[in-house]
């Protein structure tokens, strides 16, 4: 596997991709499948993690040999995960799994993903990523044959290039590949020359020679553009996804105006990926403990609030810099009122900020009020409360910030706070999340793991994993403003079970604490895809 994160490595993780390189090898092995992971050491992670050199690699880049570092982690012993309570800390690493780390000068320094702006996207992280592609394609010269080459996300989508077209990576023409797709709308385009940092500065040699840039090229745009995610849904053996729905939204164009994000301009290829039987959805997984608390929520409304009210109030203190966390004097205050111990009903949100994950909350409907104003009133009415934890875009940001200060029943902590979202998990009673698109989506399997009902927009994984009615509620629309009054009818529907029916209440509770969406079935749909049972042949 290449990848860019992986969880079973101290300060590999940024999103989902970590949660499935860490898990998937593991429930591979029983299968018959031993896994060599490998990813960039970002210049720090061989150092943070028990690590021998095992050898030196040459590889072509920007027209010349360059010299990298392959190290083997020897002890991957992951730090307590973020979906996980602290009480069922992370295994150590698995028998059948190898843990690789690529070091090269070139990529390295955190973060992990830079933020390029919309004029020069994904310049710094194409250029870093295509050297990885070559050099981690070098190395597999030494693995021995025949393995599979399974590839995530667009950072990987140059292996098919080079595989097709380098003479240095005839090695890798063979090799039955499968692509998976995390989130289609990260597509990684850039010029293929003129327009630096392009391909040809990464690849010049391949310019020497005529009649394949038409086809490898993304027409959508008036200059030679290559977009690494196009060309693995081409070229793959496979192409896999990481929900079933998913692999059919992925399929539709996006019309954002109604808040529909489908193939992202990729949908035709996708739609031809599918017609040839080579794109199918595989829902990710999540860990459970061996015995599953039975405890129900509504026994002991009330009993987790001193302990999360603490949380909050230590970490909050604790920041590095706490002049800089938004309403710190504020929060205490709130906290302490709201998590009172008389089991007032707690709506939650754990979250990164963006338009995938909050566009709808500030949308409006038909009444003229956004659907967070109409939620908040709400939830004030009902005596409830409501607390959201995150951080990302400005202008998000910014208006949660402006709700916190008008309604004494929100509190907003805005940053991430592990230990306050563990504690939110497990004492908060409906998980809120309104997201635009969601490709798989995992802190909805995290709350409903400890007992906690979810309320999710019915797509992607979201509409995979969520029964309305049954363990949780949803809502859809066919336009931006059915959605926003859909959304908000959800959240009344919520509040009115939890008053008017406290034995549906709790046998949602329990339904959704059953609900299981383990790696193991999974985890054999890979191994099929791997061994190609039934699947298309090899392409290229």
Not at 164 to 184: G, S, Y
Not at 190 to 216: C, N, Q, T, V, Y
Not at 287 to 297: I, K, L, N
């Amino acid at each position: 596997m290449l990848a860019t994160e992986n969880d079973a490595l101290k300060g590999a993780k940024v999103g989902g991709i970590a949660d499935v390189i860490r898990d998937l090898p593991g429930e591979l092995a029983p299968l018959g499948w031993n896994t060599t992971v490998i990813i960039p050491s970002y210049g720090v992670l061989h150092t943070r993690n028990p690590s021998e050199k095992i050898a030196d690699v040459t590889f072509p880049f920007r027209g010349r040999e360059e010299f990298c570092e392959i190290w083997r982690v020897t002890d991957p012993r992951p730090a307590p995960r973020g979906d996980l309570r602290p009480d069922r800390a992370a295994p150590p690493g698995r028998p059948g799994t190898e843990h690789l780390l690529l070091h090269h000068p070139s990529i390295g320094g955190e973060p992990i993903y830079y933020h390029d702006p919309p004029g020069n996207a994904f310049a710094r992280d194409s250029t870093k990523f295509a050297l990885f592609c070559s050099a981690a394609g070098q190395y597999l010269r030494t693995e021995e044959e025949p393995y599979v080459l399974h590839l995530h996300d667009w950072h990987t989508g140059y292996v098919f290039l080079l595989a097709e077209l380098h003479p240095a990576f005839v090695h890798l023409r063979h090799v039955r590949k499968i692509f998976t797709i995390h989130n289609v709308g990260y597509q990684g385009t850039r010029p293929m020359r003129k327009f630096p940092p392009s391909l040809e500065d990464w690849f010049p040699e391949l310019f020497h020679k005529k009649g394949w840039i038409r086809a490898w090229e993304d027409t959508r745009y008036e200059v030679p553009t290559f977009t690494p995610m196009l060309a693995a849904i081409r070229h793959a053996s496979m192409v896999t996804t990481v929900s079933p729905t998913y692999a059919k939204e992925i399929t539709t164009a996006s019309d954002r105006e109604n808040a529909v994000y489908g193939g992202e301009g990729l949908e035709v290829a996708l739609r031809a990926a599918h017609d040839e039987g080579r794109l199918v959805g595989i829902l990710n997984g999540v860990e459970y403990p061996a015995e599953p608390g039975t405890a129900s929520r509504a026994a002991d409304a009330g009993s987790g609030d001193e302990a999360l009210a603490t949380t909050i109030i230590a970490e909050i203190s604790g920041a590095p810099d706490r002049t800089r966390v938004p309403f710190a004097d504020e929060i205490p205050r709130r906290v302490r009122s709201m998590l009172d111990g008389t089991g007032r009903f707690v709506l939650s949100s754990v979250t990164r900020i963006s338009e995938q994950k909050v566009r709808l909350m500030f949308e409006r409907g038909r009444d003229g009020r956004t659907a967070l104003e109409r939620i908040l009133s709400l939830v004030t009415e009902r005596g409830a409360g409501y607390i959201f934890i995150g951080s990302g875009a400005d202008e998000y940001e910014k208006a949660l910030g402006e709700a916190f200060r008008k309604y004494e029943s929100f509190i907003f902590l805005n940053g991430f706070y592990r230990e306050s979202a563990r504690g939110l998990f497990t004492r908060g009673d409906l998980f809120v999340m309104p997201n635009s698109y969601e490709p798989c989506g995992i802190t909805q399997m995290q709350a409903m793991r400890e007992g906690q009902p979810c309320l999710v927009h019915a797509v992607g994984g979201l509409k995979d994993t969520v029964i309305d009615g049954g363990d949780g509620f949803t809502f859809g629309g066919s336009t931006l403003v059915e959605k926003v009054d859909n959304f908000v009818g959800a959240v009344r529907r919520a509040l009115d079970l939890r008053r008017d029916d406290p034995q549906g209440w709790k046998e949602m509770v329990e339904a959704a604490r059953k609900a299981r969406f383990g790696w193991g079935e999974s985890a054999k749909k890979y191994a099929k895809i791997y061994a190609g049972e039934g699947k298309p042949a090899r392409r290229g």
